[in-house]
Nanobody
């Protein structure tokens, strides 16, 4: 069965960096677009970043653009989220997700309901 396993979360001070990883199994990874979402307590799940199958196209939310970088290694079945200049408001559980429509545009990739598979999440806490 399909599994997405996130790692790399933790506690970091404001201004610091973290790199999240999401290892995929049970699917043809290069045939999927991948996304990162996050959910803070009491809030809805929100889009963070997405990448198409070839890594040619990437998308970011306004709040993460310029600070976060999404990338993928299809040989390792892994997608990454490099997070720099972290802020307390970045505190959330971060989820990776896979979309079998491997090359759709931002309208779809920014919507959580368009993804087929989800990981269990990894906690990111940014202290002030």
């Amino acid at each position: 069965q399909v599994q997405l396993v996130e790692s790399g979360g933790g506690l970091v001070q404001a201004g610091g960096s973290l790199r999240l990883s999401c290892a995929a199994s049970g699917l043809t990874f290069s045939g999927y677009a991948m996304g990162w979402f996050r959910q803070a307590p009491g809030k809805e799940r929100e889009f963070v970043a997405a990448i198409n199958w070839s890594a040619k196209n990437t998308y970011y939310s306004d709040s993460t653009k310029g600070r976060f970088t999404i990338s993928r290694d299809n040989a390792k079945n892994t997608v990454y989220l490099q997070m720099n200049s972290l802020r307390p408001e970045d505190t959330a559980v971060y989820y990776c997700a896979a979309d079998r429509n491997y090359s759709r545009g931002s309208y779809y990739l920014t919507r959580a309901d368009q993804y087929d598979y989800w990981g269990q999440g990894t906690q990111v806490t940014v202290s002030s």
